[in-house]
């Protein structure tokens, strides 16, 4: 493992300078482990991410981690996740504790041009994506397309698994796009699918008797079983499991009826669930660590160790669904591109993905201040051209914009 001590590093440096969500991390995936490292070319990349896409949890943390998987196996696919999550999950937890201690306008201003950086990055990887995948009419009609109906259902978490089947069953409508192409086949881990299959159902059996018989602490339990069904199920990453977690931790537990058969079922104020659905906008790393400080405050009301274990069972009931089912079904998919009609649908497919760039770049503009003749208007416009010509012209990797861009924030 020493030889592959570089590419971890550059993981860690990824993961404490990763904004933007999703799609911002492909971005700076792509800036790290295509353009700088070269761990991955750009058309592997893709791949990866547009197979994530369809597959529940969490697409970034997934991505990375077939990127460790390609360059060392499972061993290094799973240290590439560790360390990828480790930071923010670290994080989120400790904030769990110091929550009133926490100046939130400090945070915002030291932290608001990482939204218009992120921005930047978005144009950077749709720019590169869409000169590397929109090369004919087919595919300039998908990733267009793509961009508008998601920018019209951008937080339906079915739009992006159904867009890039409609996408792959459109380019196979030509037989003559792409020819076949022998695929070396990958031996498929069956025991990933059966422990994530062991564990969801000893998960629920566990939790549903502990409820039923009412058991002394358990809701850690409980906690790991609500936790460990969101990474098994949610689709559209951070936008989707955060509602999902708040009608679970917030909503459900007030309900009269839970009240009266469940007062003992695991909940979170209001107020401090609020708290960490907007700190993990300031964070870098996975959205998905936001489960950590969930985790945390679900158990504040114990001691220190009590509060711990909550931290550390968010964290790992999160992202063990997404490690497990995405080196199970890579294989898969991989060995599947060995006949034609996947290999053509992989056009379409990265076409989608340029539509998912395209539109993930317009929907966090919205949210940021362009319009109109004012200092921070032209500062926020300042920063997204700024990122994306360092980006496509420069070589500076990405934790030197980060950082920038936090020394922007402190002065300005």
Known sequence: MFRHIPFLKAVFLHSITAFGGPQGHYAMMLKTFVNGRRDVTEDELMDYNA???LLPGASSTQTLTLIGYKRGGVPLAVLTLIIWMLPACCLMGAFSFFL???????????FKFIAP???GFLAFAAIKAFKHSVHNTITWVIAIFSTVILLLLFTKPWIIPVLILVGGFVTNLSDKRIPEKDVARQKIKWWNIWLFGIIFILAGLLSETARKHDWPNRRPINLFENTYRFGSFVFGGGNVLIPMMYEQFVMRPESRTVVQKNPNVVKINRDDFYMGAGM??????????VSSFMGGTAMKDGNASWQILGCVIGSIAIFLPSALLVLFFFPIWHNLKRYVVVYRATEGINAVVVGILLAATFYMMKDITIIGLKMVSFMNISVIVGTTVLLLYSKPPSPIIVMLCLLLGWIV
């Open 51 to 53: 197979f994530c896409q």
């Open 280 to 289: 993990i906008r300031a964070i870098p790393g996975p959205v998905f660590s």
């Open 100 to 110: 009133q201690y926490i100046d939130q306008r400090a945070v915002k201003t030291i």
């Open 117 to 119: 950086m992120s921005v």
